[in-house]
């Protein structure tokens, strides 16, 4: 019996509408990326190993889907260790071992695999900023268009293989580009339709004030990862997250006033202003909070509401300044956008003091949104302009010719292949979502007319094919 046909877990085949649907969030987005000045690159759709490990912390490592070596490596390669114990480990939830059996399985996962799908869109590019240096001008702005892998579990609005709409100015550490960001959100979101968005910001030296004022510097990351999903599990969640990480009951004493911090945007950053005294680089990161903040109310927004939200961390080890993420209110499907400053990224290969900051589109949850709320213009579709009816060989000849002058007009149609049974073609023309069906017989071949039937309407009317080309055109 033949084996039934399907996609791995977490990827998705798309049908023409569906190709239609995306391109024109993914023209939007580009044209608005265009009008900021972003240039568009494209880097391999896997890298080295060693490019991408050790960037995203360890849960971001965990979900990096590595490529066996190629060709027939494991057969070839009889001296291969295999520890052991590798049976037992690969049993064992990576949080659970040791230092020494972590050690162990990585040695063991380098030996068979050297490369990786890309996690996101944002490391490869520091990798290119690095290896191209010397071809490009700074501060260097470029925009970034292609498909990601991260080994998640799937479940609605998020997937194994998806897209990223990725923007990034690297070169200057100037705020006016975290002003872009927000007014380039709000420009993208706007002209998709969506009608209400928030994007909140946070900047990673108020969460370092935080460890600061605690007095658990070092334990930053689990104190930001932990804070980062207050909105999935709540201040109970958090607290016995903390807790399990080694936070002192000290410090969750002090931590525990973030979680009673209310108001607007304006009364949330004073009270973080006072809750951070005494902290020179949380006190910081509210100075450029409030700066983008004002230069956005300068500016103005079509439709975003922008919020300071102290909670935000995204939980990636690279964000240094401004964190950005975007939810569509309507909608209860995570993050659509997200981004931040990275400062120290191109220095991990090698090129210090280059500051950078970026954001990304989620090209798939947009798409679930505009779907769910029926956002989609009637005028994106994928529909075959003209189909002419197939009556036979003389009639055909005199069809394709027809065709020829529509194409050259910029108009989609075609010639149905062979001459067959009307109700057939017109059941095509209706699977294809045909907009016109033309008819060339006899008759109308000797009067230099062509029947023309409006599928959507149902009317019908006798024209030259130059009084097709204006009423389609115009």
Not at 211 to 220: F, N, Q, T
Not at 335 to 355: A, E, N, P, Q
Not at 442 to 459: F, P, Y
Request: proline fraction near 3%; hydrophobic fraction near 35%.
């Amino acid at each position: 019996m033949a084996q039934k046909p399907s996609t791995p877990k977490g990827t998705r085949d798309f049908l023409p509408a569906e190709v239609a649907k995306r391109n024109y969030i993914f023209n939007t987005i580009k044209a608005s990326f265009e009008t900021y000045g972003f240039s568009p690159i494209e880097t391999p759709s896997f890298e080295l190993s060693s490019t991408l490990m050790g960037k995203y912390g360890e849960e971001g490592d965990k979900l990096i889907f590595k490529i066996l070596k190629s060709g027939n490596y494991l057969y070839e390669k009889k001296n291969i260790e295999i520890p052991s114990s590798m049976n037992e480990l690969v049993k064992t939830s990576f949080d659970r071992l040791s230092s020494d059996e972590k050690k162990e399985l990585n040695k063991f996962t380098s030996d068979i695999s050297s490369k990786a799908l890309r996690y996101d869109l944002t490391v490869p590019f520091a990798r290119f900023v690095v290896q191209h240096q010397n071809e490009l001008a700074f501060p260097f702005k470029r925009y970034q268009i292609q498909p990601v892998w991260r080994a998640d579990r799937p479940q609605k609005g998020r997937y194994q293989e998806f897209y990223q709409c990725d923007a990034d100015v690297v070169g200057s550490d100037s705020l006016i580009y975290e002003v872009d960001f927000v007014l380039l959100f709000d420009e993208v979101l706007s002209n998709l339709n969506i009608p209400n968005f928030t994007v909140k910001i946070n900047n990673r030296k108020v969460l370092s004030g935080i460890a600061e004022v605690c007095g658990e510097e070092d334990k930053l990351i689990s104190i930001t990862v932990a804070i980062d999903k207050l909105d999935k599990i709540g201040v109970d969640g958090v607290t016995k997250e903390l807790l399990e990480k080694g936070i002192s009951q000290a410090a969750m004493s002090k931590i525990a006033p973030l979680f009673e911090i209310t108001g607007d945007t304006r009364s949330r950053l004073a009270q973080m202003r006072e809750y951070l005294t005494g902290s020179e680089i949380g006190i910081n990161g509210i100075d450029e909070l409030e700066y983008i903040l004002d230069q956005v109310d300068e500016l103005g927004v079509k439709k975003a509401n922008v919020e300071f939200d102290v909670t935000l961390a995204r939980g990636l080890n690279y964000y240094t300044g401004a964190i950005f993420e975007v939810v569509a209110d309507d909608v209860s499907i995570g993050s659509i956008c997200g981004g931040g400053r990275y400062d120290d990224l191109t220095g991990i290969f090698g090129m210090k003091d280059v500051s950078g900051v970026g954001i990304s589109f989620g090209a798939d949850r947009i798409y679930d949104v505009l779907e769910e709320l029926k956002l989609f213009p009637t005028s994106v579709d994928n529909r075959l302009e003209v189909l002419f009816v197939n009556f036979g060989e003389q009639e055909q000849k005199q069809c394709v010719k027809h065709v020829k002058a529509l194409r050259e007009a910029g108009i989609s149609s075609e010639v149905y292949p062979k001459s067959a049974k009307m109700q057939k073609q017109m059941k095509y023309a209706n699977a294809r979502g045909v907009k016109y069906v033309a008819m060339l017989g006899a008759n109308e071949i000797e009067s230099g007319k062509i029947k023309l039937k409006n599928m959507d309407s149902g009317e019908q009317q006798s024209l030259s094919i130059q009084e097709i080309i204006d009423a389609i055109k115009h």
